[in-house]
C-alpha cells in the first residue's frame, strides 16, 4: 500500500496564477484532510471530506477550494495565489470516529513569489 | 474553543537523557489527545495516544498520561537517542468529529 501520496511535491507559483494540489489514499478512508503547516504555527485544518461528494470548511478555508468526486481522491484548489499562501501542505486521511489515527502524506511545498 | 499549548524549543539533549515535553489543551467536553512526531523532510506520524482520562499511551520508548484534573498529556522518554531527534506536535480531536487541533511543535536535537 502506498498510503497517503500527494502531488506536485513542490511548486512555485506568481501571485495571481492558480493550481491544484492533489491527495490520493489507498486505505478505503472516509475522512480526508487538507492542512497548512507554517513555521511556531503546528498544522491548520484548511477544510475537511467526512465521503466521497462531502467538503466542509475548517480553521483557515479563505483563498481555498476542494472537492472529493471519489472516495480516494481530495483536491484542494488555489484559485488566485497570493503569497500569504506560501507555505507546507499536508492532506491526510482516516476512518473517520473520534480518536482514529490520521495518517498523512509527505507535504507540498508552495512558494508564491 | 480548542486549543493545545506545548512548550517552545527547541530542546536539545545529549544522548541518553531524560525527556520531557510539556503538553496542556483547552477543550469542551472528553477529547482524544495524540502525539504526532515529524522527522526531517517527511510527514507527521501517530507517535501514541489517549481516548479518555487516566489512560497512557506509549511506543517507541515514549509515553504520556491523559490528565484531565490538569488538562495535561506530557511527553516523556527515559533515554532518548540521536535518531529521536524530530518535531514533536501534541494533538486533540473534539468529540463531535475527527478535526485535530495541534499545538505549535517542538523541535527535539539529540546530541551524541
Known amino acids: 500500500n502506498a498510503g497517503v501520496t500527494q502531488t506536485p511535491k513542490f511548486r512555485v507559483l506568481k501571485t495571481g496564477q492558480s493550481m491544484t494540489l492533489l491527495c490520493a489514499q489507498d486505505?478505503?478512508?472516509?475522512?480526508m484532510y487538507w492542512y497548512r503547516q507554517d513555521p511556531g504555527m503546528g498544522l491548520r485544518l484548511i477544510h475537511y471530506s467526512v465521503g466521497e461528494g462531502t467538503t466542509a470548511k475548517g480553521e483557515v478555508p479563505d483563498g481555498y477550494n476542494v472537492s472529493r468526486l471519489k472516495k480516494q481522491n481530495f483536491l484542494l484548489g488555489l484559485e488566485s495565489a497570493a503569497p500569504s499562501q506560501t507555505s507546507v501542505y499536508f492532506c491526510?486521511?482516516?476512518?473517520?470516529?473520534?480518536?482514529?489515527?490520521?495518517?498523512f502524506g509527505p507535504g507540498t511545498r508552495l512558494t508564491v513569489l | 474553543g480548542n486549543s493545545v499549548t506545548q512548550m517552545e524549543g527547541p530542546v536539545t539533549l545529549s544522548e541518553e537523557a531524560f525527556l520531557t515535553i510539556n503538553c496542556t489543551y483547552t477543550?469542551?467536553?472528553?477529547?482524544?489527545l495524540f502525539w504526532y512526531v515529524q522527522y526531517p523532510g517527511e510527514g507527521l506520524q501517530l507517535l501514541l495516544k489517549a481516548t479518555k482520562a487516566d489512560d497512557k499511551g506509549s511506543n517507541k520508548g515514549f509515553e504520556a498520561t491523559y490528565r484531565k484534573e490538569t488538562t495535561s498529556f506530557h511527553l516523556e522518554k527515559g533515554s532518548v537517542q540521536v535518531s529521536d531527534s524530530a518535531v514533536y506536535f501534541c494533538a486533540l480531536t473534539r468529540p463531535a468529529g475527527n478535526m485535530l487541533t495541534f499545538g505549535g511543535g517542538t523541535r527535539l536535537m539529540v546530541k551524541p
Open positions: 486505505m478505503n478512508h472516509e475522512y
Open positions: 491526510a486521511s482516516s476512518y473517520g470516529a473520534q480518536g482514529n489515527e490520521q495518517f
Open positions: 477543550a469542551t467536553g472528553y477529547p482524544s
